[in-house]
């Protein structure tokens, strides 16, 4: 069989195939498939003419240290059932990942439920990651609304905001302009958007409202972008006020930030619940190109040697310079002082180890604490969080 199967690009009647496939293969349809394709790099898997597997790129720059780094998103994959378990979604990710990295990108990212093979091709999960239900009624008793103004609307201030915010943590995208009207048309969201009188926009929302089993609705949250503790606070307060038609609401698993302030702010944590999901996950494409890319803290200064390990192709060495707030990497032959396999130099590239302790038990081996705190300290100036969902 394997002779007989090729990885192409998709026409417009290959897309449609796809498309077909993809409602067969999840058992609902995929709007992603029709609605991205403008926007989209799609790769088919064909046997003997007939389209068995698929999946969709779209480059787009994610925010690494406060500055975007080129990556290629991966969404949509499917695999044909009959044709599961002969490691065709292996071979279709490299296939989907070649062009994006042609046209420059340097990470790969991706949502996944089937976290063992992705592992197996080198991405790892930065963070975990959990969606939040919670009463509306203790959001409306809990949290102080403030003194602003709510605007309902999807709007450039709006926008401007998100823009504005996504930078101070590592994973978010750099939204293109069709971004937001895409993520309405799928999810039919309603927005809006927190200033204080008179001053520019500080908070933005967005959410979805679904029938409930027996009360009225239920509302999931999709965006909450909040610019400091005040306005945040009046946001959840503002999702309080529906406690009359919608007892519960969830904050999806790509809404919140991470920062502890539903859970701070809730007078009894019993008012919550947390369920984990598929985690986002990462993968470095180009290394050198990942680091010269990224945003570096300002202050630090160090020349530090480590190793990067790879499955199947042996250990790379190299010097990392970070000076006035860049770095990069040279090819050396010295002994490193850190070493780290390709998946946890992914997550520590991410923020993801927030201490030497979180690294060490990662199995990151380093010659001294100095050195692995400095290189710890390096990238995690962001929480890792990566808002969006594709």
């Known amino acids: 069989m394997a002779d007989a199967i090729t990885v192409v690009a998709a026409d417009q009647d290959l897309t449609a195939e796809y498309d077909a496939l993809a409602r067969r293969a999840y058992g609902r349809r995929v709007d992603d498939v029709t609605q991205l394709a403008p926007h989209a790099d799609i790769r088919v898997t064909l046997h003997n003419g007939r389209v068995i597997a698929g999946g969709l790129g779209l480059l787009i720059d994610q925010h690494f240290g406060g500055r975007p780094v080129p990556t290629a998103c991966l969404g949509s994959g499917c695999v044909a059932p009959e044709y599961r378990g002969d490691r065709l979604a292996v071979r279709m990710l490299h296939d989907r990942i070649r062009p994006l990295k042609e046209q420059g990108a340097a990470l790969a990212t991706l949502w996944t439920s089937s976290t063992g093979y992705a592992r197996r091709m080198g991405w790892e999960a930065p963070t975990p990651v ?23 609307g999807l709007t450039p201030a709006s926008e401007d905001l998100q823009r504005r915010l996504a930078p ?153 310079h970070l000076a006035h707030g860049t770095a990069q990497l040279t090819p050396t032959t010295i002994e490193p002082s850190v070493t780290l396999t390709r998946r946890q130099a992914t997550v520590w590239y991410a923020g993801g180890y927030r201490s030497t302790t979180a690294a060490r038990m990662a199995g990151i081996h380093a010659t001294d604490d100095h050195t692995l705190a400095t290189l710890i300290r390096a990238t995690t100036e962001h929480e890792p969080w990566c808002a969006e969902h594709f």
């Open 130 to 152: 959990f969606s939040w239900t919670v009463a509306t009624d203790a959001l409306k008793r809990d949290f102080a609304p403030g003194d602003v103004d709510i605007t309902h």
């Open 168 to 320: 101070r943590y590592n994973g978010t995208l750099l939204r293109p302009a069709w971004w937001n009207a895409h993520k309405q048309r799928q999810h039919d969201l309603t927005f809006y958007h927190f200033n204080r009188p008179g001053q520019p926009a500080t908070g933005y929302l967005s959410l979805a409202t679904r029938p409930h089993p027996r009360h009225g609705a239920h509302i999931d949250v999709h965006d909450f972008w909040a610019a400091d503790h005040t306005v945040a606070s009046a946001m959840l307060a503002f999702l309080g006020r529906h406690h009359s038609r919608t007892p519960t609401l969830t904050f999806q698993r790509t809404s919140l930030p991470p920062q502890p302030l539903l859970l701070h702010g809730l007078h009894r944590y019993g008012n919550a619940t947390a369920e984990s999901w598929h985690p986002w996950m990462l993968r470095i494409l180009d290394l050198p190109k990942a680091i010269r890319l990224r945003g570096w803290p300002p202050d630090l200064e160090a020349t530090l040697p480590i190793a990067i390990e790879h499955r199947d192709t042996g250990t790379d060495r190299y010097l990392m």
